[in-house]
């Protein structure tokens, strides 16, 4: 067998072989198989199309055709000889923070897998979460579900306001198109020559999802903040205020509950309470604050709008961070190894002329994929810190020498996603919080998956019905790309980076805590919150309910508690939570519902 060669191209593809969706979307299936997919131009096309599919079939010839830009995509399965331009070793090296001014994809250019990723999803003009996501929200109230007579009663609830959320959003877009070509066309009128496009309604990307928060509201958030509150109570009420910190409100439901909660039955720790969000999306932040002036909070919730990999605020004070559904957005990075030698090699993300994606792979050079890589190392051999291969093949080199010399064998593994911003944001809360506890619920397998170790599930929506995809080179802006999170590697690799010191030593002062998020709104609670700070002795009480960077050898493992979601609920939230979530059969369909998720805390 040869030596590995500096590249392997895989084309993009948009899914053929169609199956249901995730489960963080609405239940959809559709059915038949289709070779490639054209990327609507205009309503019309959306109409030709979403009929096409309707029949197993898309429009579009069965030759690659190179000349439109952005026309086709191809599947990887399907395409045994894809080759990346040529010229593509002049193609300039950016990063997802170069391309955030961009207003449109970038062409010749080629950048880390998780700058491809974090581009698709965040950049400001084209993102996903920029343009084409809308969080679902329930009635005001939440459900009443002992109206429902099961579960499935009330998935069909669900579904039906589904359908008439999803209506709503698609008449608002088309009014919000049809009065931009009105607009252009006056403007033409008029002389100006200025064309106002809409985006495509009805069609590809907008979709529509939800979050256990969202879906069996109060009763969720008010589980989770019973969980900070125990511990908060037990070892700093009433000489310490409550301090928390969530990273991605989204629609800000779980503020907003979880004061309710802390008003409503704690108000001697509500009266000590400050609330802090991180959140990326100026669009939420705005909301963010708009529904916690209204809900009477504004004097104890303060919205930061900045991403939270360039804050630079924090504190030494003992707090709560949570982050629910954040880390399955956390861009990985991927890698492969060579399987002569089991050196690792970086993947990187190649768009040509016409946008168009290959892969190729190089050493690792990357110094945060580098670095995770080297957790890995210190960590205990387990299945998830080793190469993703067969134990017979990681043993013995001959086995490898043969296996690679067998037809059609490949000379790299597969696919291996490292979840390098995860690491990166623990390493920011062991830098900028040391003193936090962090609570973190995501799903820790996802069906529908990329081929490779934690692959990401890549779905959009079509034509009212979500379609999952078999790469992740997809157009940027128009696919959800999230992860299953390893919980038993995200502890341990979160207990090695809060042993370890932080590389610049530099502490957090008080006067920097006053100012977090300064630049981007003002807090009544800020100025004091400057005044009270204390620097916590690392050998007292705290230190054992607290992580604080003190560096220690080797790997010891923190006592940090990984649950099922329903086991979390009932540990935490008790009868009290659980029990308005039964339906008339009596099974809790909060218990019942995202068996796929789990919580660390």
């Known amino acids: 067998m040869t030596a590995p060669t500096p590249f392997h191209a895989a084309r993009s593809a948009w899914r053929a072989p169609l199956r249901p ?4 979307a609405p239940i959809a299936v559709l059915a038949g198989p289709s070779r490639r997919l054209r990327l609507p131009e205009s309503s019309a096309d959306v109409d030709h199309a979403s009929a096409s599919r309707r029949r197993g079939y898309a429009s579009g010839s069965g030759k690659s055709n190179r000349v439109g830009k952005e026309r086709y995509n191809f599947n990887t399965s399907l395409d045994f000889s894809a080759e990346p331009d040529p010229d593509h070793v002049n193609y300039r090296r950016v990063t997802a923070s170069e391309l955030s ?10 950048m880390l897998v998780r700058d491809f990723i974090d581009d698709s999803l965040y950049n400001p003009s084209y993102g996903y979460f920029s343009r084409n996501a809308t969080i679902f929200t329930p009635p005001d109230e939440g459900y009443d579900f002992g109206a429902f007579r099961d579960a499935a009663a009330f998935q069909e609830a669900v579904a039906g306001r589904y359908e008439e959320f999803e209506a709503r959003e698609v008449a608002l877009e088309e009014a919000q198109a049809a009065a931009g070509e009105e607009s252009a066309t006056k403007g033409k009128v008029r002389g100006k020559g200025k064309e106002v496009r809409g985006r495509s309604t009805g069609g590809l990307g907008r979709q529509v999802w939800h979050t256990p928060t969202e879906l069996f509201k109060p009763h969720y958030a008010r589980a989770l903040t019973q969980a900070i509150l125990t511990p908060y109570k037990l070892n700093h009420f009433p000489y310490q205020d409550l301090l928390i910190y969530e990273v991605g409100a989204g629609n800000g439901s779980f503020m907003l509950d979880s004061l309710r909660f802390l008003r409503d039955r704690h108000p001697e720790v509500f ?4 609330y802090r969000i991180v959140e990326i999306s100026a669009a939420l932040a705005e909301i963010q604050r708009k529904r916690a002036e209204e809900a009477g909070f504004g004097d104890v919730v303060e919205v ?4 939270v990999f360039r804050w630079e605020g924090g504190g030494v004070e003992p707090c709560f961070v949570v982050a629910l559904e954040v880390f399955d957005n956390f861009a990985h990075d991927m890698i492969r190894y060579d399987l002569r030698t089991l050196e690792p090699l970086q993947a990187v993300v190649s768009i040509d002329s016409t946008g168009d994606f290959s892969l190729l792979y190089e050493p690792l050079s990357d110094p945060l994929l580098r670095r995770v890589l080297a957790y890995r190392r210190l960590l205990p051999p387990t299945p998830s810190t080793l190469p993703p291969l067969s134990s017979p093949l990681l043993i013995s080199p001959f086995l490898r020498q043969i296996y690679g010399n067998l037809p059609f064998a490949p000379n790299l593994s597969p696919p291996d996603f490292v979840p390098t911003k995860a690491v990166l944001f623990l390493e920011r809360l062991r830098d900028r919080l040391p003193a936090h506890r962090l609570l973190v619920a995501d799903f820790d397998e996802l069906p529908d998956a990329v081929e490779g170790r934690n692959g990401p599930v890549v779905q959009t929506r079509y034509g009212g019905s979500m379609v999952p995809c078999e790469t992740f080179l997809v157009k940027q802006g ?4 999230f992860f299953p999170t390893d919980f038993d590697l995200l502890r341990d690799t979160y207990s090695l980076i809060m042993n370890s010191p932080s590389p610049s030593r530099q502490a957090v002062s008080p006067s920097r805590a006053s100012s977090a998020g300064s630049a981007s709104t003002s807090h009544p609670k800020s100025a004091s919150a400057s005044a009270t700070t204390t620097v916590p002795n690392p050998s007292s009480s705290l230190a054992g309910d607290f992580f604080f960077s003190t560096g220690v050898r080797g790997f ?5 508690g990984i649950h099922s979601q329903a086991e979390f609920l009932e540990l935490y939230g ?11 059969d009596g099974g809790s369909v909060m218990l019942g519902m995202y068996g796929n998720a789990k919580v660390m805390f």
């Open 574 to 584: 008790g009868e009290e939570c659980v029990g308005p979530t039964r339906v008339r």
């Open 21 to 24: 969706a995730a489960m963080r």
């Open 304 to 307: 930061i709008n900045e991403d």
């Open 556 to 560: 010891r493992r923190r006592q940090v």
């Open 101 to 110: 001014s961009r207003t449109t994809p970038p062409t010749r250019v080629k």
């Open 271 to 274: 009266a000590r309470t400050k």
């Open 478 to 481: 128009y696919f959800d790309i």
